[in-house]
């Protein structure tokens, strides 16, 4: 697991940003997993960015989110379908066949299920696969207790993250949906590189727990430390409860030391 901390959102957001560049260059038809809520945001902006100023081409890659909430309609103002138009989809060359995220509505949701992951497997599974993280340590909706061999299901939302969306339905928990369909842990571990984001003191506990805690479904995103090319890139305010901070600091100095003597 790499560890890379730096001073401000912005800048953790531009280094994502950066990664997925050097990585879309290098693969043209990328396949990338993306994340909603407002860490992301930050890098689809960069990304936004560089597609209008430097020309990336998002023509050939093809993207699948991690979930959606069940029980509202995709054009609904808080669904993760509007999310990704208003944040990345109309601002990029990506064809919207290209991109896939879970449908919302529990219709015939175990067969979509299976449709989903068989469509990451024909799109050659997912290249990077783009992450927040729960207060609690979830990562998708994959609450705490969830399987670490999780496939894409339907999973009940926890009190904790009902809460933690409400001021998007209204500020009261009765509004929010109570499920989602969501990729599994297991799903996401296929990924060939996870970048786990985040920001903020309120996600210092959850990221001190996923990167130095046991390996447990209490947090999920714990199991990212057996994951061969995790990479967890947070402000120093999220770093804040990790014990070896310095030590982090110097290998990524050290890691850019070196990529600038070989460039």
Known sequence: MEIIIQPTYARLAEVAAEIIRDALLKKPNLVLGLATGSTPIGVYEALVQMHRTDRLDFSNVTTFNLDEYVGIPPDHPYSYHTFMRTHLFNLINIPVENYHIPQSTVVGHAEFCERYEAAIVDAGGIDIQVLGIGRDGHIGFNEPS??????????????????????????????????????????????????????????????????????????????????????????????????????????????????????
């Open 146 to 263: 969830s399987s670490l061999g999780s496939r894409t299901r339907i999973k009940t939302l926890t009190r904790g993250t009902l809460e933690a969306n409400a001021s998007h339905f209204g500020g009261t928990v009765d509004t929010v949906p109570k499920m989602a369909i969501t990729m599994g842990v297991g799903t996401i571990m296929e990924a060939k590189q996870c970048l786990l984001l985040a920001s903020g003191g309120p996600k210092a506990e959850a990221i001190a727990n996923a990167v130095e805690g046991p390996i447990t479904a209490e947090v999920p995103a714990s199991v990212l430390q057996m994951h061969p090319r995790a990479v967890v890139i947070i402000d120093d305010a999220a770093a804040s409860q990790l014990k070896r901070v310095d030590y982090y600091k110097q290998v990524y100095a050290n890691k850019l030391e070196l990529l600038s003597r070989d460039g």
